[in-house]
């Protein structure tokens, strides 16, 4: 389970990253990098204010 | 850039430009690294702030300073205006920066101080000899690359890592946090106050915003908590805000971002290392405003460093001066607006409205924000009982 991120539609904010609370998620420059230790809370997908995240199911 | 410094400070907006400066001219070898390649760019900021504490840290200047206001005026979700002095909200407006500019001088003023400053550079982790932190592991310009410091200093914004790095729990929960979209608004009439925007329907939890900046323009956004925002909240309401309140304007340009309004965090500092600005929480959690405190801030850090290193000893008990120093200021200040912001999230728009009729036309223009709660509570005494340990 994971989240994947619009590029298109993310601006980069961080918002996502600062309440992440398995500290997947990583703001690098513009972009923002996941690894695998997303458990699927969905936290991110609600914060973002943009709404450039998506619950991935697998 | 050398391999070894007095201090690494990561993340070049106005707490570690902060730090940078108050160490390089103690005296002490300076990096400051910026993973972006402009500083200051982009924003993520609604860029009020309070004009005497800025001219604190940094001299005026025009290039910077997009207006000037006299004030402020808030709305009730009825539409009832208060109008205060820019002292409100803890004396958080009087300038509306040029974010783009204003950080970019501020790491002028680091390196002019002596400080080295290094862009496309991101911290990737921490160098540790036991527990100490004894440099960083970076990436810079795609190359890796470790650089040793006696102290770490971590100002990496909202999404910090480095305070994740050295242990510290930064993670916000979504009731600790307001997500925010602005547009920057053109061709709309708008004078020299800023206005801030109650009620559930406009912004749950947070306020709605207009920010001059001169000539025809403002910063329009929204905050909204996070526990009460879904995917794409604050975007969908500030469309509809701005189509209600500016139907002719033009927008511009757009900025998001997120905002620490937890109140103090638990620790900012560990054997070697300190946090400061946005990575520690220390913006208000009220108003959301946050540079003042991270200059601030990074003054203590800055100060604290430097005294650190010429004693040899930068252990946490030593750094724990820092820790002492800002709660005692920016912590006291950001612990009472958290039990004010606190109660605010759980009114009614109905509330909202009994709370300005109150005190509508006994506002005025020599009011803080201090004495706004005070006037609150003393006709609301009842409804706003959480507030009596604030106003002695």
Partial sequence: ?58 | MKDKYDVIVVGAGPAGSSVATTASKAGLDVLLIEKRQEIGDPVRCAEGADKKGIKRHIKPDPRWIAAEVKGSRIFAPDGTKLQISEELFGAEVGYVLERKIFDRALAEQAVSSGAEVIVKTSATGLIRKNKQVTGIHARSIGESVDIKAKIVVGADGVESKVGRFAGINTTLAPKDIETCAQFLVSGIEVDEYCQFYLGNNIAPGGYAWVFPKGRGIANVGIGVLGSRSDKGMPVKLLSNFVKHHFPTGKIIEMVLGAVPASGPIEKTIADGFMLAGDSAHQSDPLTGGGILNALDAGVMAGTVAASCIEKDDVSEKALMEYERQWRETIGKKISKALVVKEKLVTLTDEQFNTLAHSIKGKCDSTMGVFDIVRALFRANPKLLWEFRNLIK
């Fill in chain 1, 1 to 58: 389970m994971t989240v994947t991120v619009n590029r298109y539609k993310c601006g980069y904010c961080g918002a996502c990253v600062s309440v992440c609370p398995m500290a997947a998620l990583e703001l690098v420059e513009t972009w923002i990098e996941i690894n695998n230790s997303c458990n699927d809370c969905n936290t991110c997908v609600n914060i973002c204010p943009i709404g450039a995240i998506e619950s991935v199911k697998e």
